[in-house]
């Protein structure tokens, strides 16, 4: 009897540690999709500061993955988690983002957006082609808030690359 019962707790404990490094494997492919994507962005415009025109977001979208190869889909301006201003869902739509890369992208002008005040309350999203929009908000002017799980997320992205750990 005892034999058999060493054998079960071997068993049980092999099928734990497999599922156990699952789960670790899961976890970690979930952060690398979840941080693969940095985005920070500034207004521009035409015309003077007093009289601004044609205010659109400019953005600064860097691809971190070494593998992965993610299309844009459209821009989102939200306040309070509503829309404030149509989505523009054809300036960026189909721009590739290929690993390594950092875009430089224009979106078109915001539709109904006459000041640099207005433009500082809202936030921008851009939304990815596979329906990801998680944490692709951007960071600049209208930023209004950031989470510490995020903020937690992204600095231990950071740490991994610089200390040349290789997570792909």
């Keep these: 009897m005892t034999f058999w019962i060493g054998v079960l707790a071997g068993f049980l404990a092999n099928v734990f540690a497999g599922v156990l490094l699952v789960i670790v494997y899961v976890v970690i492919q979930w952060f690398l999709a979840a941080t693969d994507i940095t985005i920070g962005y500034n207004w521009r415009f035409d015309g003077t500061m007093n009289d601004p025109r044609n205010m659109r977001p400019s ?5 971190r993955s070494r593998s992965k190869i993610y299309f844009l889909a ?4 939200l306040k309070d988690k509503r829309p404030v201003a149509p989505f523009d869902n054809k300036s960026v739509w189909g721009r590739e983002l290929k690993p390594g890369s950092i875009e430089f ?29 998680f944490w692709l908000k951007g960071t600049g002017p209208g930023q209004l ?24």
């Excluded at 610089?162 to 997570?167: D, R, S």
């Design 59 to 63: 953005f600064d979208i860097r691809n």
């Design 74 to 77: 459209n821009v989102a301006y």
């Design 145 to 168: 808030r950031i989470g510490s799980f995020q903020r937690m997320a992204f600095w231990l992205r950071k740490k991994f690359e610089t200390g040349a750990v290789p997570l792909e």
């Design 105 to 133: 992208v224009e979106a078109a002008p915001v539709a109904g957006l006459v000041s640099l005040a207005q433009g500082m309350e809202m936030e921008v999203h851009v939304r990815l082609q596979n329906g990801r929009m």
